[in-house]
């Protein structure tokens, strides 16, 4: 079965950078099209940023840009979040999801209803 599991989230100050990483498996993960989202308490999830399986494109919202990067290594079978410059209202549960299989290399989505398989989320906490 399809497995995400997420890592490196944790309590930080503001300014400071986290990378999360997320480990796939029992997908095609060279032809899936991967994502973060975030749920702040009381809050809706919400898209944070996507990237398409050849990695050549990428989106990410607009709170994060210039701050934070999406990336993936097919060979590893990894997807990561750079977050560097980090706000108090970053804080939340980061969530990693996978789109279904497509052979559109530059497909991705920002609507978490085109993302099947979800992983258990990583806390971040940012004091200020």
């Known amino acids: 079965q399809v497995q995400l599991v997420e890592s490196g989230g944790g309590l930080v100050q503001a300014g400071a950078s986290l990378r999360l990483s997320c480990a796939a498996s029992?997908?095609?993960?060279?032809?899936?099209?991967m994502g973060w989202f975030r749920q702040a308490p009381g809050k809706e999830r919400e898209f944070v940023a996507a990237?398409?399986?050849?990695?050549?494109?990428?989106d990410h919202a607009d709170g994060v840009k210039g701050r934070f990067t999406i990336s993936r290594d097919n060979a590893k079978v990894m997807v990561y979040l750079q977050m560097n410059s980090l706000k108090p209202e970053d804080t939340a549960v980061y969530y990693c999801a996978a789109s279904g299989y497509t052979v559109r290399s530059t497909y991705y989505s920002r609507s978490s209803g085109e993302y099947n398989y979800w992983g258990q989320g990583t806390q971040v906490t940012v004091s200020s």
């Open positions: 029992g997908l095609t993960f060279s032809r899936t099209p």
């Open positions: 990237i398409s399986w050849s990695g050549s494109s990428t």
